[in-house]
């Protein structure tokens, strides 16, 4: 069967191929119109596939062959709409029919009924259309495509190299050349645009003089290897002896005439690195302080680069500052503003360049000379929307287009989809990955989850500086934001191969040709609100997302719909959400405004859904024909939220369910109905994530206070024996507060399976960490509050082998002491600890964490002898450290912070240090008896519960 991988230049030909293999299978093939038209379709769809993949890669094409691309994907997307209709309602009457004969018995009349009447002609239209675009690629001549990116006459990269000197000085205030006798390679990664050439340009012509031997090599996106070396040959003084000499000789002969010679070389815009492989095989180390400079977009390429002796140098974008000089200085020759009223139009022009010295320069060109402030105004409105149409800005694409052809089709495809979203809007990473999930975007592989594979294409496109990470926790990007620039220019790609169309451009666009609107981004942030009308260029509209507000839509319109994002729309309603089981091709659905309080009944039409994502609305309770969605395999659910027992066992494709609430009042003999409500979460074989609220209110305990508590662990345990869950997360809630009781995970240990990678457990306090835990050979991710932290559970912790992130909560210490010592935590990078009483001592041995890079502490310190006299926590221990945050509670914080300046003075890497000091007034611990009254009052739990949960670190 044909991988179902969705292109931007072939549409969906790949999943109609797929599609049209599986009507052929299936009953609805016994009809003969039917069987004969599909073969039809998908023998002439097979042929044209191929040719479309390569024309993909050109750059420049005739106007011919781009009708006939055009053409051919608008047939794919109407083959395809028309093969999910005429399967959808075969399942509907397969599911409502007592059997396959009354089936076919129905459908044998198809042509007597208006709708089938209608599929029948929509295949023969299909046909004829097949028919014409056959004719026309016989006609045309295809001729293989020719890469222009890096082959043009001019490089269009060439201006860069003349940018002002005193950017240049900006950029070269780091060292980035070394005077060691070992080879040194410094890898320069950055965006398109943000002055890599620049930068090498500057350091080649200015310390070239030092090295007898020293060339300057450009290399563009599919690198002619034997061009490249005879270039660094001629370059470093080696004769051409004849122009035949192939890769393996080139290589002997640089390492030979190199041997015992020092050398200084830049290889200029590496883009992958099997060329850079090559290469390095002719620069050999010799020992006489040769250096090597790298400028590259893909931080993948930078690694490789300096895997041995290396240093990779990020490029920044410019501070304001400077590109405030730069600006005014390619604008109006000097470098500041001598005109008042383009001030903040200016300031606003800036901020949308963000840095970026490409932007810079192709905006303040465009403005050279020009003083009108509707002019300027003019600029600024088409940057994010239209820049990359004006003949002005003509070099900014071409470069834009280096990186965006550089990619492989299917990312390509992911990175137009971010067309679909905002300016400066922050593009959460989970959200994102379900969409292209339900676009087709993502393809299976052997071993790998859709979702998985998801996440490799969106770290593939932070490596490429192809968009920005931001909101990074546990080394994992949570969400992700596009340069306004790069919007700009995608967005212009994705309207020209009509893969996304904005609201505004609609009613411009022209229908003949059957283009119509496939993707629909409606964005009323800035134009007020906007209505969508009933009209035919948006019938077949598969993807719409809202951000803003919608005056009138009617859900009944978009009959195509396989993606709806709600979320954003702001004053939607219950009301709104009628006509929702019209959308029977749905497969995501995002609704996220406090406003909605129910979902429809119809939400069960919805047999292909696949994502639900209603964690943002005020729904806690699933209607009943929920248990409908046999295909739902996410499902975030608002927090707090509880659904009743027998709904979420059913759904036996679940793989994430997060967020789901269990909410219960903690009284004597509850727990049995507790667990029976959840135990169906172990009937779900599927299940990978799961995130499960525990909210107990009314809290009225028996005074053993443990019959609950007990109850509550027997449920965990055999949640997580009867799971193979990956992610695992639990949050415990107590009226607001932590229960004074401590759990025990000490009886999971027989049962406890090794597929977990990230276990979070908060808001409850443990007796102490189990040893079983030290052989989860596959967790990467713990989040655990211990009521006292013992030498015990620290070894415990340390043994854990592929622990990378950390996060501890305690009391205290026992013997007012905590210290990691050597041999643990050997992958660790990771480490927030969180000490809530003062008093304890953090220590760091020789050596016992060699990996870790950022510590967090939180420390209550209301007097000196608070920290017992560990001021600088064995900080110059932690060799590996780039960044400390210490959050100090109370008075006392001089000296802290002083001794450990001090230890980072002692480390190589000089880790940064963010010290936050915050005073409350008298610390807790000065008035615990005024602690234990007051929460015994106002929560009824007896004063002597809550000593002996404090009484412990005393015995110690």
């Not at 003084?237 to 640089?254: A, M, Q, W």
Request: hydrophobic share 40%.
């Amino acid at each position: 069967m044909e991988t179902a991988l969705v292109g931007v230049a072939t549409g969906v030909i790949k999943p109609v191929l797929s599609k049209l293999t599986d009507m052929l299978e299936k009953e609805c093939a016994r009809l003969k119109s039917v069987n004969r038209n599909t073969q039809f379709l998908r023998g002439e769809m097979r042929s044209m596939s191929a040719t479309l993949q390569i024309i993909a890669d050109s750059e420049e094409l005739d106007r011919e062959v781009i009708i006939w691309r055009d053409d051919v994907r608008e047939l794919s997307f109407d083959m395809e709409d028309c093969i999910d209709d005429i399967m959808a309602r075969v399942d509907q009457t397969r599911e409502s029919s007592t059997g396959l004969d009354k089936f076919f018995e129905k459908m044998n009349t198809w042509t007597k009924l208006k709708g089938q009447h209608k599929m029948a002609n929509m295949l023969e239209e299909l046909k004829a259309r097949a028919i014409e675009a056959s004719e026309k690629h016989k006609r045309y001549n295809f001729a293989p495509p020719t890469h222009h990116s890096g082959q043009s006459a001019i490089d269009p990269r060439l201006q860069a190299l003349f940018v002002e000197e005193h950017i240049v000085r900006q950029l070269t205030r780091e060292r980035v050349v070394g005077s060691s006798g070992q080879l040194q390679v410094v890898s320069i990664v950055g965006a398109g645009g943000l002055g890599k050439t620049t930068l090498a340009n500057q350091v080649y012509h200015t310390i070239k003089s030092q090295f007898p031997h020293a060339a300057f090599v450009s290399i563009s996106c599919n690198p002619d290897i034997k061009k490249i070396l005879r270039d660094i040959a001629k370059g470093v003084g080696i004769s051409e002896k004849t122009p035949d000499d192939d890769v393996e000789n080139l290589i002997h002969r640089l390492r030979e005439h190199l041997q015992d010679k020092r050398y200084f070389i830049v290889i200029d815009d590496l883009w992958d690195t099997e060329a850079w492989k090559i290469i390095r095989l002719g620069l050999v180390n010799n020992d006489h302080g040769s250096k090597i400079i790298t400028t590259t977009r893909n931080i993948a390429v930078a690694s490789c680069c300096c895997s041995q002796q290396g240093h990779i140098y990020e490029m920044k974008p410019l501070s304001f500052d400077d590109s405030k000089r730069l600006f005014f200085t390619r604008a109006f020759g000097s470098d500041d503003l001598c005109y008042p009223h383009l001030a903040e139009v200016s300031k606003q022009i800036l901020e949308k360049c963000a840095g970026l010295p490409l932007a810079i320069i192709t905006l303040s060109s465009l403005l050279a000379d020009e003083h009108a402030e509707d002019k300027w105004n003019r600029v600024l409105a088409i940057i994010g929307s239209a820049l990359a149409k004006d003949p002005g800005a003509d070099k900014m694409t071409k470069i834009l287009s280096l990186s965006y052809f550089d990619l492989p089709h299917h990312l390509r495809t992911c990175f137009l989809y971010l067309s679909l979203y905002p300016e400066d809007y922050q593009i959460n990473k989970q959200s994102l990955i379900n969409k292209w999930i339900a676009e087709g975007f993502i393809h299976e592989i052997q071993g790998w989850s859709k979702h998985e594979l998801g996440e490799t294409y969106f770290n593939d496109l932070i490596n490429r500086s192809l968009i920005q990470p931001i909101n990074v926790k546990y080394g994992q990007t949570k969400a992700c934001r596009v340069h306004d620039i790069i919007l700009d220019f995608i967005k212009c790609k994705a309207a020209q191969e009509n893969f996304v169309t904005s609201f505004d451009d609609v009613e411009h666009r022209d229908t003949s040709g059957h283009r119509l609107v496939r993707r629909l981004s409606v964005n009323s942030l800035k134009n007020g609100k906007v209505a969508l009308l009933i009209s035919p260029i948006l019938s077949h509209v598969r993807s719409l997302a809202v951000f803003g507000d919608l005056v009138q839509y009617s859900l009944r319109s978009f009959p195509a719909l396989r993606m709806l994002d709600l979320a954003e729309c702001s004053e939607l309603e219950n009301r709104h959400l009628t006509n929702i089981g019209k959308l029977f091709l749905l497969k995501y659905l995002r609704i996220g405004q406090c406003q909605i309080t129910e979902l429809p009944k119809e939400i069960g039409e919805l047999r292909y859904l696949e994502t639900l994502d209603i964690s943002g609305t005020r729904i806690y309770k699933l209607p009943s024909t929920f248990t409908n969605l046999k295909r739902l395999v996410r499902l975030y659910a608002p927090r707090y939220s509880s659904f009743p027992y027998g709904v979420i066992g059913q759904m036996q494709n679940l793989e994430e369910l997060e967020d789901l609430g269990v909410n219960k009042p903690m009284v004597s003999g509850v727990f049995s109905e507790l667990e029976k409500s959840l135990q169906e979460f172990g009937q779900l074989t599927k299940l990978r994530t799961l995130g499960v609220h525990f909210h107990f209110y009314s809290l009225h305990l028996p005074k053993s206070g443990t019959q609950g508590v007990e109850g509550l662990e027997r449920y965990v345990g055999a949640l997580i024996a009867s799971c193979k869950v990956h992610h695992l997360y639990f949050n415990y809630e107590y009226d607001g507060l932590w229960y004074p009781h401590p759990l025990s995970l000490e009886p999971w240990c027989s049962t406890t399976p090794c597929s977990l990678r990230k276990l979070h457990i908060t808001h409850c306090f443990l007796d102490k960490v189990p040893k079983w835990m030290s052989e989860l050979g596959n967790l990467r991710e713990l989040n655990l509050c211990i009521l006292i932290m013992k030498p015990k559970d620290v070894a415990v912790l340390g043994a854990m082998p592929t622990l990378v992130f950390l996060e501890l909560e305690t009391f205290y210490g026992a013997s007012r002491r905590i210290f990691f010592i050597h041999g643990g935590f050997r992958s660790l990078k990771y480490l927030k600890l969180i000490i809530s009483r003062c008093g304890t001592a953090v220590e760091f041995g020789a050596r016992s964490m060699p990996k870790l890079e950022h510590l967090k502490l939180y420390l209550k310190v209301h007097k000196r002898e608070c920290v017992n006299g560990a001021f600088d926590f064995g900080i110059q221990h932690l060799s590996a450290l780039t960044k400390i945050d210490i959050s100090i509670f109370g008075r006392h914080n001089f000296h802290v912070k002083k001794r450990i300046e001090t230890a980072i003075m002692t480390l190589n890497r000089r880790p940064t240090l963010s010290f936050e000091h915050t005073y409350r007034g008298r610390s807790q611990c000065e008035h615990f008896e005024e602690f234990v009254n007051s929460y015994g009052a106002i929560y009824g739990v007896p004063t002597e519960m809550i000593r002996s949960f404090h009484a412990e670190q005393d015995k110690v």
